[in-house]
Antibody, heavy 120, light 105 residues
Framework: QVQLVQSGAEVKKPGASVKVSCKASGYTFTSHYIHWVRQAPGQGLEWVGMINPSGGYTSNAQKFQGRVTVTRDTSSTTVYMELTSLRSEDTALYYC?????????????WGQGTLVTVST | SYVLPQPPSVSVAPGQTARITCGGNNIGSKSVFWYQQRPGQAPVLVVYDDSDRPSGIPERFSASNSGNTATLTISRVEAGDEADYYCQVWDNGMIFGGGTKLTVL
């Protein structure tokens, strides 16, 4: 079965960086884009960015341009999301999720979420 | 940027039908996805490509999309359906609605 397992919770100071991992299993890693979506406490869902594990193509939300980098390691079937220059507003649960299909840009499997807390 | 307004809350008695709307300029021309998120859990895809259900999602969940409104319909509502529901489209990026809290009375 499809599984996306994320790394553990992180606590960072403002201005620092965080790198969250997402290990995929149970399907052909290069056949589905992986997206990152975040959810601030008590708030809705917000798209962060995505990667095509096959060729490495990435796209990020305009809001995070210059601060977020999504990468992948095909040998370990793991996707990474790095967010720099952290501020308190970045405190959120970060999810990785698998895209349904090349032509269907929805998310059919989700990781368990990684809580990133930015605090002095 | 593209916006997907959703009602903040919908309440329905058990056994009744809940309808959750998702607005958007000419949303009928886009593929709409719906997610259910129970408290403390990751979202779950309940409808994809406007009206298709992933395997394992009950037939009680149906959806439509036309004009400027997409609608998720939950028939014979059960207590376990109480959750937040989000619509989503792709428009130069992934766009989510603000979410609707479904309360089962």
């Amino acid at each position: 079965q499809v599984q996306l397992v994320q790394s553990g919770a992180e606590v960072k100071k403002p201005g620092a960086s965080v790198k969250v991992s997402c290990k995929a299993s149970g399907y052909t890693f290069t056949s589905h884009y992986i997206h990152w979506v975040r959810q601030a406490p008590g708030q809705g869902l917000e798209w962060v960015g995505m990667i095509n594990p096959s060729g490495g193509y990435t796209s990020n939300a305009q809001k995070f341009q210059g601060r977020v980098t999504v990468t992948r390691d095909t040998s370990s079937t793991t996707v990474y999301m790095e967010l720099t220059s952290l501020r308190s507003e970045d405190t959120a649960l970060y999810y990785c999720a698998r895209q349904v299909d090349t032509g269907l840009v929805g998310l059919d499997s989700w990781g368990q979420g990684t809580l990133v807390t930015v605090s002095t | 940027s593209y916006v997907l307004p959703q009602p903040p809350s919908v309440s329905v008695a058990p056994g009744q039908t809940a309808r959750i709307t998702c607005g958007g300029n000419n949303i009928g021309s886009k593929s709409v996805f719906w997610y259910q998120q129970r408290p403390g859990q990751a979202p779950v895809l309940v409808v994809y490509d406007d009206s298709d259900r992933p395997s394992g999602i009950p037939e009680r969940f149906s959806a439509s999309n036309s004009g400027n409104t997409a609608t998720l319909t939950i028939s014979r509502v059960e207590a376990g359906d109480e959750a937040d529901y989000y619509c989503q489209v792709w428009d130069n990026g992934m766009i989510f609605g603000g979410g609707t809290k479904l309360t089962v009375l």
